[in-house]
Structure formats: C-alpha cells, structure tokens
C-alpha cells in the first residue's frame, strides 16, 4: 500500500480549497478573576471524499473551542466554539480508494487545510470581540 500512496502523492495536485460552511460563536468574554487559566481544543472531525473523472473532492470538518478553567479545575465557562466545514479540490490520475484516503486524510489533508484553518479561528474570534488566539504548528506524527 506505501508504494500505491507514494505513486498518488507525486502525482496530486491541490486545485481549490475553500470555506463551504461556517458557524462560530462567543459565548463569554474572559473573566481572569474568576478563571486562572483558559483550555483550547481542536479536532478534525469527519472527512467525506468523492471520486470522479475530473479528480477528488475532498469535505473535512472541523471544530475549535475555547474555554476557561478555574483555578482548582472544579469549574469551567465555554468562551467561543467554532465549527466549520472545508472543500478541498485535488488532480490526480491515480485512483483513490477508502485504504488510501485514510493515509491521505492523516497526512495531507491536515498539512493543506492547516493554514486556512488557523486564519479562520484568529479572526473568528477577533470578530468575536476576543483576543487573537493563534493555532500551534502542526505536527505530524508517522
């Protein structure tokens, strides 16, 4: 299987990604006096891919939270959840199958939605009215 998934990703190329829904909303603003700390989490949710002769459509999800915690970690208060939805558009004349998209979904599909994802949760939220929160490096684990 690594030789077929090599042989797709020389051949693929990334035609067009873009934002095919969005949600957001602020459900708090930061009381530092009340909650000492604040705990981000995001995922990557389901991935959907369509096959045809004109290439590979590929929809992926994802989720974005932003909360705060208390001190003695007994409470916590939601600031802002972000959910969203990318199409992203690939060539390639290798075919793609359901083993193979699971490889691709792991390893590419991160690495090119990273950078959009990132904006989209800094200025969420700066729309939000809240401080600029900014997506760490990805890192991809083999």
């Given at each position: ?22 949600q ?34 590929v ?21 802002f959840e ?60 083999r």
């Amino acid at each position: 299987m690594e030789k077929r998934y090599i042989k797709l990703i020389n051949d693929i190329e990334l035609l067009d990604i873009y934002l095919a829904s969005a949600q957001f909303k602020r459900h708090a603003f930061p009381d530092p006096d009340t909650y000492a700390d604040v705990k981000a989490s995001f995922s990557a949710g389901k991935s959907n891919y369509k096959c045809s002769a004109d290439g590979l459509l590929v929809e992926q999800q994802v989720a974005f939270s932003l909360e705060e915690v208390s001190d003695d970690r007994k409470k916590s208060r939601k600031l802002f959840e972000l959910k969203a939805t990318y199409s992203l558009l690939y060539h390639s004349a290798q075919p793609m199958d359901a083993e193979i998209f699971e490889l691709f979904k792991e390893r590419n599909i991160p690495i090119n939605l990273h950078p959009y994802t990132r904006e989209l949760i800094h200025n969420s939220m700066a729309r939000a009215g809240l401080p600029a929160f900014i997506l760490p490096a990805l890192k991809i684990k083999r």
